[in-house]
């Protein structure tokens, strides 16, 4: 009888873990990357956090952030420890191999931050030769490796620990992508943005291949904020043109 109930205890535990996992949606992000997603204090904001929190809503869960470094998001999205990843993340053929990208969200156009007192760069093509930072796992670092001559490239965590770097004059330049390039540049004028327009990216959420019922609900939520205005008013929050950065949460919508 013991036994009996011992079983009966055990699976009540467990279908209650699993109603209460259930009632979560995971968001796997690097949390490194104003305005779309960085730390607030101790809480992480931005501007796909918001999205997500959109999402989640509409899928009728809570979301959950969970922070990681950028090259291991898409491992962790296999493995199942996060459900989508929501971290400015480019739609690239080859990511396409291993996970299912939604409608793209935002295009970004990728540029070059220098020491304010460098003179000898004006575009990409005067970076021949130099050492390159760039962040692990982003296009950025695949372009610099494969179509800049004879460059040293060097991979770092986050676009901040590249700025870092910069600044202490352990390297000579940085790709990355615009927005969170100018939020750098903003918080260090020290350094400066050459503005050479090589390529453009495409944003748009991960989810795990095969994922359709996840998918079609995060397409459709993209395409609502469009419709009624909600990214509008995020973008104007969190990409002003003039001033700093807003945070505005799904509340303010």
Request: glycine share 6%.
């Amino acid at each position: 009888m013991k036994k009996i109930l011992f079983a009966f205890t055990l699976i009540a535990l467990l279908f209650v873990s699993c109603s209460k996992n259930s009632e979560v949606v995971k968001m796997g992000t690097n949390a490194a990357f104003p305005p779309f997603e960085y730390t607030e204090g101790t809480e992480i904001v931005g501007f796909d956090v918001t999205v997500s929190e959109l999402i989640a809503r509409d899928y009728g869960k809570k979301l959950k952030v969970v922070d990681m470094s950028f090259d291991g998001l898409i491992a962790a999205l296999q493995a199942g420890s996060i459900d989508f990843i929501a971290a400015g993340m480019t739609a690239t053929e080859e990511r396409r191999k291993n996970v299912d990208f939604s409608e793209p969200y935002y295009s970004s156009k990728q540029t070059i931050i220098v020491r304010a007192n460098t003179n000898n760069v004006s575009t990409v093509a005067d970076l021949k030769g130099k050492s390159i930072g760039v962040q692990s796992g982003t296009t950025g670092e695949i372009y610099a490796s494969e179509e800049v001559e004879n460059a040293s490239v060097k991979s770092f965590k986050t676009g901040i620990d590249a700025a870092l770097a910069l600044k202490n004059g352990a390297i000579d330049s940085i790709i990355l992508d615009e927005l969170p390039a100018k939020e750098i540049v903003r918080r260090n004028s020290e350094l400066k943005i050459i503005d050479d327009d090589f390529f453009t990216d495409e944003y748009a959420i991960a989810v795990k291949k095969g994922n359709t019922k996840l998918l079609e609900a995060v397409n459709k939520t993209i395409q609502k904020i469009k419709e009624d205005g909600s990214y509008q008013k995020l973008l104007n929050a969190f990409m002003p043109v003039d001033g700093e950065i807003k945070v505005l949460s799904v509340e303010d919508l």
